[in-house]
C-alpha cells in the first residue's frame, strides 16, 4: 500500500493534543509485549530504521514503485496532524532494541468524497503472519470511525495477495481497479458489519460512524 503524505498544512492552526486514549497493549503470539500508540514526531529514528530494515519486495509494495523516501517525507511520515490524520505504530522491545515493527495510517479525503479516508499499512518483514496486520488495520478502523470518517478506501498491487486478504477478512470490498488489473481497490463502510477479528486475536467491535450530509505485506 501507498503511504498518502500530505502536502499542504496551516501552520497558524494549532495542533490537537496528543490522542493519547489511542495507546493500546498487545502481545505477538510468542509473548512479547506490543504498543499499538499513535505516531509522534520524535518517532524520526523509528520510522527511518524501519523503512530502511523493509526488504525490497515490501518496500515495493509499501511505495507502489522501487523509489526510496525523497528527503523531508520521513518528517511528513511522523510530525502529522491528527484532525486529518493519523498514523498507529506497532512498538516493541526486542533483543534489547526499541523497535518499529509495523504501522498503519489514514489521510481524511474529505475533497474526494466526504467522511473518507484513503488507508495505508505496513508490516516489517520478520513480522508478518503474526496476525500483527490485522491488529493494526483494526485499531486504525475504529479510530477513523471515532473521528468522524466513515469509508475507509486505498489501493494495492493485486500480486499483494496478502492485503488482498486481510482487507477481505476486515470486511473490505475489493474490486479490480477499472482499466488497470495490476491494481486492486479496497473499499470499507462503517454501516458495514464489523471486522472479523484473525484467528486467536480479540478485537472489539466498530461503533458505526454518525452520517454526516447526503471515502505492503501486512498480514
Known amino acids: 500500500m501507498t503511504f498518502p503524505i500530505a502536502l499542504f498544512e496551516d501552520p497558524a492552526a494549532a495542533r490537537p493534543p496528543y490522542p493519547a486514549h489511542l495507546i493500546e497493549d498487545w ?9 499499538i500508540r499513535p505516531i509522534r514526531a520524535a518517532d524520526l529514528l523509528l520510522e527511518r530504521a524501519f523503512v530502511v530494515g523493509l ?6 509494495q509499501r511505495l507502489l514503485s522501487g523509489r526510496k523516501l525523497l528527503p523531508g517525507e520521513l ?7 491528527y484532525r486529518r490524520e493519523m498514523a498507529l505504530v506497532a512498538i516493541a522491545r526486542i533483543d534489547g532494541v526499541t ?8 489521510v481524511r479525503d474529505d475533497e474526494h468524497e466526504p467522511g473518507s479516508c484513503d488507508f495505508a499499512i505496513v508490516v516489517g518483514d520478520r513480522w508478518q503472519g503474526l496476525g500483527l496486520g490485522a491488529k493494526l488495520m483494526q485499531s486504525l478502523m475504529r479510530a477513523a470511525v471515532d473521528a468522524g470518517i466513515r469509508v475507509v478506501g486505498g489501493i494495492t498491487l493485486t500480486e ?4 488482498v486478504a486481510l482487507a477481505r477478512k476486515l470486511g473490505f470490498s475489493v474490486h479490480l481497479e477499472h482499466g488497470d488489473a495490476t491494481v486492486t481497490d479496497l ?4 454501516e458495514s458489519p464489523a471486522p472479523t477479528p484473525a ?14 450530509g447526503a471515502s505492503g505485506g501486512a498480514s
Do not use: C, F, H
Not at 27 to 35: A, E, Q
Not at 99 to 106: D, I, P, T
Not at 160 to 163: E, L, R, S, V
Not at 199 to 212: C, E
Open 199 to 212: 484467528a486467536g486475536l480479540r478485537l472489539p467491535t466498530l461503533r458505526s460512524a454518525p452520517q454526516r
Open 187 to 190: 473499499r470499507w463502510e462503517a
Open 27 to 35: 502481545r505477538l503470539p510468542d509473548g512479547t509485549p506490543v504498543t
Open 55 to 60: 526488504s525490497p519486495r515490501t518496500r515495493y
Open 160 to 163: 499483494n495477495a496478502g492485503m
Open 99 to 106: 523497535q518499529e515493527l509495523g504501522v498503519a495510517r489514514y
Open 75 to 81: 518528517k511528513r511520515l511522523t510530525d502529522i496532524d
